[in-house]
């Protein structure tokens, strides 16, 4: 059985930062991926890293303040979140899933098995 647990969340002013975590824990190594949700509107992709842990894809709303990363030995994936401003707060949910090879980026939510119960994040101006 596959767990994916998400950890970090929190409130910030605008202009911080946070680290979030995910662990996803099973017989396998996985893709993993970060999306946000916020009431009334579809989850939305943030971010991935393949399985080997390149390459990695942002989301355009992102780029250049986030950065992914895995630490093979702890088994986590990191989402570090620079520069934080009000449209960032939302539930951030990790995704995990057996990639066909280990260079696979998933980008859509339909592409994940396996989900965290999300981690809220506030962002406050």
């Known amino acids: 059985q596959v767990q994916v647990v998400e950890s970090g969340g929190g409130a910030v002013q605008a202009g911080g930062s946070l680290r979030l975590s995910c662990v996803a824990s099973?017989?396998?190594?996985?893709?993993v991926g970060w999306f946000r949700q916020t009431p009334g509107k579809e989850r939305e992709f943030v971010a991935a890293i393949a399985e080997r842990g390149s390459p990695t894809s942002f989301a355009d709303s992102v780029k250049g303040r986030f950065t992914i990363s895995r630490d093979r030995a702890k088994n986590t994936v990191y989402l570090e979140m620079d520069r934080l401003i009000p449209e960032d707060a939302a539930v951030y949910y990790c995704?995990?899933?057996?990639?066909?090879?280990?260079?696979?980026?998933?980008?859509?939510?339909?592409?994940?098995?396996?989900w965290g119960q999300g981690t809220q994040v506030t962002v406050s101006s």
């Open positions: 099973g017989p396998s190594t996985y893709a």
């Open positions: 995704a995990a899933t057996a990639p066909r090879y280990t260079s696979t980026l998933y980008l859509r939510a339909s592409d994940y098995r396996y």
